[in-house]
């Protein structure tokens, strides 16, 4: 078991249930069945320009926390005004492409931090992206990036950390690395979780909710084993109760 700052939060508060939903509807109806139980939502791109801020402000209102998963990645400048709208419309963890550099990276930081005083709130987790998963060493390469694709995962989080956001979005195959790099206080959140027996649906290469925390995580992202149960509360319960103390 790998030392992290974040055996003391609770598990309930480290499972972020991701809700890739197309229309608010859709999105209500899953956190009205979630609510009370679940402390995390997350929002990617297509509910949210659909839907825009509001939507934040919808969850917020039933209690949740929201990771808002929009990957800025853009000049410095439009970066830091990117990261202070989605602090104030409540976002409590946001995401960036690290390979923006550390000036963008230390943009979305202070962006952040203006946001959340714009509003009086916490401020929210900042996040970097290493390398998409969807890339492979062969796609990496066509961008210019010729070094192995682990080695490139391992100095984007150092720049992450450099530049003085939270930590970073990773794979859970990748954790235990990049906690061995990063300390114990960083953010590492990993989605490519699936409980045992859950079905794949598209991930490929995945660890059950216990092994990811075990490999380092502070938090999962786990959508549509929970979205997709039949009765989706007792799926997060089932989770929260299998990774309870980690
Ligand atoms: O339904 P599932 O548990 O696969 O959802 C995982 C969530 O994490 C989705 O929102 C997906 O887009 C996101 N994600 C992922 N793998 C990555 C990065 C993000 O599955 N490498």
């Known amino acids: 078991m790998l030392d992290t700052g974040f055996h003391s939060v609770p598990a309930d508060d480290r499972i972020i249930v991701a809700l890739d939903c197309n229309a608010a509807w859709e999105a209500i109806v899953m956190a009205d069945a979630l609510a009370g139980r679940a402390k995390w939502v997350k929002v990617g791109m297509t509910l949210y320009y659909a839907e825009g801020p509001a939507?934040?402000?919808?969850?917020?209102r039933r209690g949740f926390k929201v990771f808002l998963?929009?990957?800025?990645?853009d000049i410095p400048h439009q970066v830091e005004g990117a990261a202070r709208s989605a602090?104030?419309?409540?976002?409590?963890?946001?995401?960036?492409?690290?390979?923006g550099g550390q000036a963008m990276m230390e943009a979305a930081q202070r962006g952040a931090l203006l946001g959340a005083s714009d509003i009086g709130g916490p401020v929210p987790a900042t996040l970097g992206i290493?390398?998409?998963?969807?890339?492979?060493?062969e796609t990496l390469a066509q961008t210019g990036v010729t070094r192995p694709l682990t080695e490139q995962v391992a100095a984007l989080a150092e720049l992450a950390m450099t530049s003085g956001?939270?930590?970073?979005?990773a794979s859970p195959l990748e954790a235990s690395m990049l906690r061995e790099i990063l300390g114990p206080e960083a953010y590492i959140v990993t989605p490519g979780v699936r409980p045992a027996g859950a079905a794949l649906g598209d991930q490929s290469r995945v660890m059950t909710p216990a092994e990811a925390f075990a490999a380092g995580a502070s938090h999962i992202v786990?959508?549509?084993p929970i979205t997709q149960a039949a009765d989706p509360a007792a799926a997060f319960d089932a989770i929260a109760a299998e990774v309870a103390g980690l």
């Open 130 to 137: 290493t390398v998409l998963t969807s890339m492979n060493d």
């Open 87 to 99: 602090a104030a419309s409540g976002a409590d963890m946001i995401t960036m492409h690290t390979v």
């Open 55 to 60: 939507i934040i402000q919808m969850f917020k």
């Open 222 to 224: 786990v959508g549509r």
């Open 69 to 73: 998963d929009l990957k800025f990645h």
């Open 165 to 169: 956001i939270s930590g970073v979005v």
